[in-house]
């Protein structure tokens, strides 16, 4: 009997010993699964960047969200006001536009710096290769739409971010701003106003971050570990880093796998961005922006 009650203890000793190594085993799994490393991208990347020490890669790419708390006071200002339409004559009165055709062109000045490029057709179309044109609505039958005269300028930066030929680019441009008040200073004609424009443009766009610059890159994703890397990342935007006054960043609810920051430059511009990073992407990053200015979570 004595014999038979050892026998079921070391038989449920060894099963209690069996399920402690397994779950040990399972959780090293899983945390070499949430381990990351961004050196395949940096090798992608740092020969777009002579010069520059490259110190942060995101894995994932950046977005904007669709609300920010800086902006709910505006919405219930605006809401009143902006009802039933997006008439460009309401949207550049809440927007302070007071002449459209001077702020496109004012528009035109962030974009030309941060992207680092002339906006002529053939630079534009060396940045949005391998992007198809967003298709334009075909006239009616009966009303025949004629495309705006448009700056060689101009033209080139409507090619860039796909804005319609038939409509006036002071309009597209309010509604963009307008839409996007929330999470951005509301002027694109700012620093923030041009990087929220790419982003808007382009997916897939994650973050760079230098010993000089900031950079929004074009890339894909990471392909599987069986299959080539074809990827040809590019930059699309950038700003020096002494252009950037502060960056504040938090974790939500979602913390271990999302950090959101909201990044203001010299200019009085800010813009709230959302990275989906997990926890080795989120600490990189931090690590290379620890010497801005800036609230950051804690470890």
């Known amino acids: ?3 038979g009650e050892r026998g079921r203890l070391g038989r449920f000793t060894d099963a209690v010993r069996g399920g402690a190594r397994a779950a040990r085993d399972r959780a090293r799994e899983l945390r070499d699964e949430f381990r990351t490393s961004d050196e395949p991208e940096r090798a992608l990347v740092a020969p777009l960047l002579p010069g520059q020490e490259l110190r942060y890669v995101g894995l994932g790419p950046v977005r ?28 550049f009165g809440l927007l302070n536009i007071v002449n459209p055709v001077v702020w496109v062109d004012a528009v035109l000045a962030p974009v030309r710096l941060a992207a680092g490029v002339l906006l002529l057709p053939g630079k534009v179309g060396a940045l949005a290769a391998g992007v198809p044109e967003a298709a334009e609505p075909e006239p009616g039958p009966r009303v025949r739409r004629e495309p705006i005269a448009l700056t060689e300028e101009q033209e080139a930066f409507r090619a860039l971010f796909r804005l319609s030929l038939y409509r006036p680019l002071a309009d597209q441009l309010a509604e963009i701003a307008y839409r996007r008040r929330y999470v951005f200073s509301g002027d694109l004609a700012t620093l923030a106003g041009s990087l929220l424009l790419f982003l808007e443009r382009y997916t897939g766009t994650p973050l760079a971050v230098t010993d000089t610059h900031l950079h929004l890159l074009r890339m894909g994703p990471r392909p599987d ?7 040809q990342p590019r930059v699309l935007w950038s700003v020096p880093r002494d ?24 200019d009085s511009s800010w813009i709230r961005l959302t990275q989906p990073a997990l926890r080795d992407d989120q600490s990189r990053f931090l690590t290379a922006i620890h010497d801005l200015p800036g609230q950051r979570p804690a470890p």
């Open 64 to 91: 904007a969200p669709g609300t920010h708390k800086a902006g709910r006071q505006l919405a219930d200002v605006m809401a009143d006001e902006f009802v039933d339409s997006l008439d460009p004559k309401v949207l």
């Open 243 to 266: 252009r950037v006054a502060r960056i504040d960043s938090e974790r939500g609810a979602t913390g271990l796998v999302q950090l959101t920051s909201t990044i203001a430059f010299d």
């Open 1 to 3: 009997m004595m014999s």
């Open 225 to 231: 570990a069986d299959r080539p890397d074809r990827r």
